[in-house]
T-cell receptor, first 110, second 109 residues
Framework: DVKVTQSSRYLVKRTGEKVFLECVQDMDHENMFWYRQDPGLGLRLIYF???????EKGDIPEGYSVSREKKERFSLILESASTNQTSMYLCASTFNTEAFFGQGTRLTVV | KNEVEQSPQNLTAQEGEFITINCSYS?????LHWLQQHPGGGIVSLFMLSSGKKKHGRLIATINIQEKHSSLHITASHPRDSAVYICADRNFGNEKLTFGTGTRLTIIP
C-alpha cells in the first residue's frame, strides 16, 4: 500500500513560533503537495514540488516555505506562526493519475 | 481558471436511501477524483475517472466528459457512509488538483 505519512495529527503552537510540518511518502513519487483545508473554502494549494530541491508556489504561499531535500520527504515551514494559520494541513503525492493523501495535521496557533 | 463545483453542500438521508452527489468542472480534464474524508481529517481516494463509469461495492462513479459533469452514487446507504465527499480534477499537462468544497453526507439510522 502507498503510504503518505504526516508527522503529527494535532499540533498546538504559539504565535511567532517556527513550525515544521513533515510529510513522508514511501513510493518514490516525484510530485508532492501541501494543502490547507478551511470550512467553506475547501482544499487550497500552498506549495508543490516536482522533484528534489524543486518547489513552486501554489495559490496561497504567503507565510509559508517548503523544503524537499530528499525525494520521500516534503516539509512545510511556517516561519512565524500566526493565528490565521490555524487550519487542517494535508499532504499529498501523485503518480500518473493516482493521488494519495496523508491523514492531516490539525494545527492550532494560539 | 478551472473551477470545480459540488452539490449539494450538505445532505442528510435515512439509512438505505440512494444517494447522489454531483460535481461540475469548467475546463477539460485528464482525470477526476472522488475522495472521502471522515471526521478526524484523513482523506481516502475512492475513484479516479477519465471516462465512463466505475463501481466499487455500493459506490458508483460516473463521468460525462462532454457535459463536464461527474456523479457519485451510494446504494443502500449506511451510517458509516457519513463523511465529506470531495471531487477534484486534474487538467491536461498539469499535476495539480483543483478541489470542490465538498459535500457533507449524514446517514441517519
Amino acid at each position: 500500500d502507498v503510504k503518505v505519512t504526516q508527522s503529527s495529527r494535532y499540533l498546538v503552537k504559539r504565535t511567532g513560533e517556527k513550525v515544521f510540518l513533515e510529510c513522508v511518502q514511501d513510493m518514490d513519487h516525484e510530485n508532492m503537495f501541501w494543502y490547507r483545508q478551511d470550512p467553506g473554502l475547501g482544499l487550497r494549494l500552498i506549495y508543490f514540488s516536482y522533484d528534489v530541491k524543486m518547489k513552486e508556489k501554489g495559490d496561497i504561499p504567503e507565510g509559508y516555505s517548503v523544503s524537499r531535500e530528499k525525494k520521500e520527504r516534503f516539509s512545510l515551514i511556517l516561519e512565524s506562526a500566526s493565528t490565521n494559520q490555524t487550519s487542517m494541513y494535508l499532504c499529498a503525492s501523485t503518480f500518473n493519475t493516482e493521488a494519495f493523501f496523508g491523514q492531516g495535521t490539525r494545527l492550532t496557533v494560539v | 481558471k478551472n473551477e470545480v463545483e459540488q452539490s449539494p453542500q450538505n445532505l442528510t438521508a435515512q439509512e438505505g436511501e440512494f444517494i447522489t452527489i454531483n460535481c461540475s468542472y469548467s475546463v477539460g480534464i485528464s482525470a477526476l477524483h472522488w475522495l472521502q474524508q471522515h471526521p478526524g481529517g484523513g482523506i481516502v481516494s475512492l475513484f479516479m475517472l477519465s471516462s465512463g463509469k466505475k463501481k466499487h461495492g455500493r459506490l458508483i462513479a460516473t463521468i460525462n466528459i462532454q457535459e463536464k459533469h461527474s456523479s457519485l452514487h451510494i446504494t443502500a446507504s449506511h451510517p458509516r457512509d457519513s463523511a465529506v465527499y470531495i471531487c477534484a480534477d486534474r487538467n491536461f499537462g498539469n499535476e495539480k488538483l483543483t478541489f470542490g468544497t465538498g459535500t457533507r453526507l449524514t446517514i441517519i439510522p
